[in-house]
């Protein structure tokens, strides 16, 4: 029972601004976000930098265009 008036007394300020906003905000839009990473992540597993997966995360989260290559395949 301490242990969770210890915890409640250390996030009280948050705690408190959850009904200060009086439920206009919703979790949801953060839980999507979440629920992207986590699944460009799991795509992202084979590749070999970080800058890789980096930008896998960009694109697939801020809906960037694609960025221009310095050469070409064709």
């Known amino acids: 029972m301490k242990r969770m008036a210890r915890q409640m007394r250390l996030h009280q300020p948050l705690i408190l601004n959850w009904f200060r906003a009086k439920k206009l ?4 839009i953060v839980e999507g976000f ?3 990473a986590k699944v460009t992540l799991k795509k992202a597993y084979g590749f070999r930098t970080f800058n890789a997966m980096q930008i ?12 221009q290559v310095t050469h070409s395949f064709w």
Do not use: C, D, I, T
Request: aromatic share 10%; net charge neutral; hydrophobic share 35%.
């Open 25 to 28: 905000f919703s979790s949801g």
């Open 34 to 36: 979440n629920n992207k």
């Open 56 to 67: 896998a995360l960009f694109h697939q989260l801020g809906a960037l265009p694609e960025p």
